[in-house]
């Protein structure tokens, strides 16, 4: 797995999208002879994404490379995300490289015993340690020192002992510039722990009860 600074040694410039918060962040990175650039929106992510790169004048036929948030997080603004650049590469094939929020969270912390976690519903949670993979973890099961980014929606109720952490990516990504947390992906979309499965449902024909 690439890390971001391979990344722009060999895809610059690339154009990075993390829909997964309420924020919406949008960089300009590696760009010929310009600092690398930020937006950051707190619009929905149909709106915000475009506007970001609006703001950052962004030249999409000159981008080589995008770069985005898989989640855990917004499933609608990282589909929004994932279906705007798979749209982009059809026009101009580029790879697409896609990282985990949990994951930067936990490598720029860069402490063991940190559990870095974010809402899965139904009274479960993502968690994230440094180093480990990703794993979904009922909410009588969590231990440990947790910690939550910012502007991440929750509906189970916080844990009493959770702590909350910047989720700015421009200052997350400085931290861990050699941190192999990136991979390609052919078909760009929303991270899920399984596919979900669906129950088969087979018609009959509805008669009159039978009189007794």
């Known amino acids: 797995m690439p890390s971001l600074r391979q ?14 918060s309420t924020r919406v962040q949008v960089g300009l990175l590696g760009a010929a002879n310009h600092a690398d650039q930020w ?12 506007q970001g790169i609006e703001q950052l004048n962004v030249d999409l036929a000159a981008i080589r490379a995008f770069v985005f948030c898989e989640g855990p997080g917004s499933i609608l603004g990282i589909r929004t995300a994932a279906m705007a650049i798979r749209t982009w590469q059809t026009l101009v094939p ?46 009588v099961e969590l231990s440990g020192e947790l910690i939550m980014p910012e502007n991440f ?33 052919a078909e760009p979309d929303a991270f899920l722990h399984e596919e979900p499965t669906y129950a088969t449902w087979t018609p009959q024909i509805h008669r009159a009860p039978t009189p007794p």
């Open 39 to 50: 937006a950051a929106l707190d619009d929905e992510a149909g709106v915000a994404i475009f």
């Open 94 to 139: 580029r790879p697409a490289f896609a990282y985990g929020s949990l994951a930067l969270v936990a490598a720029a912390l860069g402490r063991d015993e940190v559990n870095v976690i974010a809402d899965a519903r139904r009274d479960s949670w993502h968690v994230q340690s440094l180093g480990q993979k990703l794993r979904r973890v009922p909410t």
């Open 153 to 185: 929606r929750h509906w189970t109720p916080l844990p009493p002992t959770l702590a909350r952490t910047p989720y700015d990516v421009s200052a997350l990504l400085a931290r861990v510039p050699d941190a192999e947390l990136f991979r390609e992906t």
């Open 7 to 20: 990344l722009l040694r060999s895809h610059a410039p690339l154009l990075l999208i993390d829909a997964s």
